[in-house]
């Protein structure tokens, strides 16, 4: 018995083994490729990476192998400068393909991969649809095509994206455990019902919108870290917070906070999900954009759950993303007391700027933007302080005769500020004007309180000295009092 025993404990330790370093090969044959390199390409997100290299030899057989399994993807074959087709690779220990040369996807054969068999009789199947659409579409766009015709067309159209997606539907339902069947359901898009009952046109726009957002991820599986090696996930986040959000500032926040949870099911999910969101918006260019980096940055890109960043990377995030915070669209503006060209004044910004509207403004002399930038800064003020109850609090860097003379030559009618010149000398200079009650740090550093690292940089604040807008110039700057002197009339 104890013979018996030993036997299976040793077969059991053996088989454990086995399954843990079960491995991979890759056999790939291209007839009509010989003796050249080739590269398995992985995605993660929309990036691609080198993962393995190989060389067909002199009759076109190209060998990926290794002891540990790639993780579950989208991959692609790549050669001689161009991606040549892409398979699906899970945890099948052995993939066998062939082809040739004439066409990669067409002439395919799987000799062995249920996953590839699948996925391959689609790609097939999508070819063969593209094919018959094209004409069609080329007919819609011929300019001899009769409107009765262009509806026939649009008609058809429709009926081959609908086979498309009852093709994959079908895919799903009869394999169910294939990852191919995941992609195709990451893929999916919700499609709202028709509301036929509902007669009014705009209201059917409205609740078929609000069903496709209401039902966007409703078939991606968060918990499942593969679809990360997919370009699927990435599409799916980049269109629901361009397309699908409504593009402002607190929606796009309120909608950052579901999908961010929803991919804490998966840390490899969280983590990219957190870290494109982060960057995208860092990076935007639309206004007020930024709060949306620095809500991501403060309560997801921290030292508990920004696990892939060290801690000087998650300082410098938290650092960006705490200057941010106080200046976006909505929050008071921060008070500043500067000194005024008269060398006598120091003008504070909440107690001696009283208007419907104030644009604070930063630039300095010889900032060569500033110089184009100012005179139509000035010239819109005077067009329109007859009709608009608007004042402009300009600030510099240095009071000096430089900063009066541009004054003086661009004929700048502003409420003009500068720090002293004597507080760049003096240290002492500076401690006496805070403690008599003058300024602040705050506003005798206010380029690093209002972030300014580049002029000009011009905010928009209401009445009560809030944020309406930020980083505009004059040409904007018009737009927006419009905007805001319209939503009052109504």
């Not at 067309?153 to 609908?162: A, R, S, T, V, Y």
């Not at 169910?176 to 046109?201: G, H, R």
Request: aromatic residues 12%; contains cysteine; proline residues 3%.
């Amino acid at each position: 018995m104890k013979k018996i025993l030993s036997i299976l404990l040793m077969l059991s330790i053996s088989l454990a083994g086995y399954s843990e370093n079960k491995g991979y090969k890759i056999k790939i044959k291209i007839d009509g490729m010989q003796d050249t390199a080739c590269y398995l390409i992985n995605y993660f997100g929309q990036q691609r990476y080198y993962k393995d290299t190989a060389q067909f030899n002199s009759s076109g057989v190209v060998i990926f192998e290794g002891n540990e399994p790639h993780h579950g993807g989208i991959y692609g074959v790549y050669t001689g400068g161009k991606l040549l087709f892409e398979l699906v690779i899970n945890d099948e220990s052995l993939i066998d393909l062939e082809t040739d040369t004439l066409d990669y996807i067409q002439n395919m054969k799987i000799k062995k991969s249920k996953e590839n068999e699948v996925f391959f009789e689609h790609l097939k199947f999508i070819t063969g649809k593209q094919k018959a659409s094209q004409p069609l579409r080329e007919k819609l766009m011929a300019e001899k095509t009769s409107d009765k015709e262009k509806t026939k067309i649009n008609e058809q159209l429709i009926q081959i994206g609908d086979d498309i997606i009852e093709y994959r539907l079908n895919i799903i339902k009869e394999y169910p455990n294939l990852f191919v069947s995941k992609i195709f359901k990451t893929m999916k898009e919700p499609q709202a019902p028709e509301y036929n009952d509902i007669k009014s046109d705009s209201l059917k726009r409205l609740l078929k919108y609000q069903y496709v957002k209401t039902h966007f991820w409703d078939d991606v599986d968060f918990s499942d870290a593969r679809i990360n090696y997919t370009p699927l996930y990435h599409n799916k986040l980049e269109k629901y917070f361009q397309k699908i959000v409504y593009p402002m500032p607190d929606s796009i926040i309120k909608e950052v906070d579901i999908i961010i949870g929803k991919s804490k099911a998966n840390k490899d999910i969280f983590k990219y999900t957190v870290h494109h969101l982060l960057s995208y918006y860092e990076k935007s260019k639309i206004m007020g954009m930024d709060g949306i980096f620095s809500h991501i940055g403060l309560n997801y890109y921290t030292h508990d759950l920004a696990y892939w960043a060290d801690s000087a990377q998650i300082e410098k995030v938290q650092d960006r993303a705490r200057k941010i915070a106080p200046l976006i669209i909505g929050k008071p503006a921060i008070n500043l007391s500067l000194l005024d060209t008269s060398g006598n004044n120091w003008i504070n910004m909440y107690r001696d700027v009283q208007s419907e509207y104030t644009v604070l403004i930063f630039w300095d002399p010889d900032c060569g933007h500033c110089k184009k930038e100012l005179p139509k800064l000035a010239h819109y003020i005077d067009s329109v302080k007859s009709t608009i109850d608007i004042k402009v609090y300009s600030v510099s860097s240095h009071h000096n005769a430089q900063w009066k003379k541009f004054i003086t030559d661009y004929n700048l009618d502003f409420i003009n500020v500068a720090v002293p010149q004597e507080v760049y000398e003096d240290q002492q200079k500076a401690t006496d004007y805070i403690i008599k009650g003058l300024t602040d740090l705050k506003s005798l550093n206010y380029n690093i309180t209002y972030d300014v690292y580049t002029t000009p940089q011009l905010y928009l604040l209401d009445k009560s000295k809030t944020i309406i807008a930020k980083k505009l110039d004059a040409a904007l700057l018009k737009t927006v009092i419009g905007r805001e002197e319209a939503r009052k009339i109504k």
